[in-house]
């Protein structure tokens, strides 16, 4: 039995995780669980899955989880390090950290320090402090399994192709978001419950935004950067409409490997998890090429789609930069979620406030959070108003 720990259990992520485990429960047991705010579903998946310990972030909510599951025997924790607590305890052997946003870094550290093995959705902790990161897990001799569905691809494009400098680049693909190939006019009018729709993925709110902006594929430029220890002129970035081709690696005796498949979190999270074996699926359904004969490529537009440009700036820049464009990105989205801002002033504020960042380049984990929080308390001083 491998034993998981699950970090940011009721999301989108999280959720398709238990999913993946219920379906081999003869091969999985969940020893932890955390959660934010939803302690409804958080008290369904204690009851279901019997964790030892389960953490809400939000302490206000302890006391009311703690009452309606007291006849489990689940040991409840709250707060952030309550989360901590879960990311590294002892029973477990892998961690998923499907935390979304900056709030992920912390446990996911603990859990790295903890010797646990990592299937990553949270791309944001490789985005704030990737050295940091893939110093700590080399120094601990951990696996860092990718969970976003462009890694993991990679991850087993990789496999099969053998990684070194026989790579000639690594090919990410995106599927532009609902937005792709409108001008900056129409943007300006977009409305959040527009920017939710997307195309190809049922995801979280953030994620949605970030796919929207193409942010998600700028922040994910540079987790391929950390993951695969690639310089970044070798990501190259396209868009494919369709999302079957999850991305590519091209090698320099001119063969591409591409990994495809319909479009379905359970894949990567499943690849994570059950590395290096794969899942045996009974109802699996093979894959209709037929249906999905007509597989287009496009490239981004980035002057239109500035977020993109700008995440590319600062893995260039390097040093904090990242953390800070990162911690910019996620009070621009929450702003634009609460209609205070318009789309397009996701990408102005960002750009704008990035202009006041003091980059630091041999960075600790105390800069990181410093430029984190500089980032959204000059995100709020340039829209100028109250969240
Ligand atoms: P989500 O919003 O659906 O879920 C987020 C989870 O994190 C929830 O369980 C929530 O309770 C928890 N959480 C939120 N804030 C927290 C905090 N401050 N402290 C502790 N827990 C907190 O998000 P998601 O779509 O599942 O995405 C999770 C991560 O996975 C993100 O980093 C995202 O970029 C990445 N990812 C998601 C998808 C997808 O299909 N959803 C695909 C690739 C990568
Ligand atoms: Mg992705």
Redesign the pocket.
Known sequence: MKKLCI????????TQSLDVVSRQSDKFAVCGL?????INLLEQQIREFKPLKAAI?DKALFKTLKNNVADCFTEILCG?DG?VEVASMNESDIVVS????A??LKPTLAAIEAKKDIAL????TMVTAGKLVCEKAKEKGIKILP???EHSAIFQCLMSGGKGENISRIILTCSGGPFFGKDRKFLEKVKPSDALKHPN?S?????TI?SATLM?KGLEFIEAKWLFDVPTDKIDILVHRQSVIHSMVEYTDGAVIAQLGEPD?RVPISVAINYPEREIIKEYKPFDFIKNSNLTFELPDEDTFKCLKLAKEAIAVGGTQPAYLNGANEMAVELFLKNKISFTDIGDIIEESIKKNIVIDDYNLEDVFNADKMARENVLSIYGGKL
């Not at 995801?203 to 994620?207: A, L, V």
Request: charged share 15%.
């Open positions: 970090l940011g259990a009721t999301g989108s992520i999280g955390t959660a934010n705010s939803n972030a952030e989360v499907a935390i979304v946003g709030a992920g959705a949270n791309k944001e969970v976003d569905s993925w995801m979280g709110q953030k994620i970030d998600n979190m």
